[in-house]
């Protein structure tokens, strides 16, 4: 399947965020013992 990808701007990375720790609360954890960004993906097919 052909598709397309980028990192979510900050109102996508809002709600991935929020779905990804709500389905995985050690997300929660590793974010408090990391300083750096933790890229969100999307993928689109086309």
Request: proline share 7%; glycine share 2%.
């Amino acid at each position: 399947m052909p598709a397309c990808s980028h990192e979510a701007d900050a109102k996508e990375y809002e709600e991935l965020w929020s779905i990804a720790v709500g389905r995985h609360p050690d997300y929660l954890r590793y974010k408090e013992m990391t300083t750096r960004h933790i890229p969100i993906v999307v993928f689109e097919s086309y």
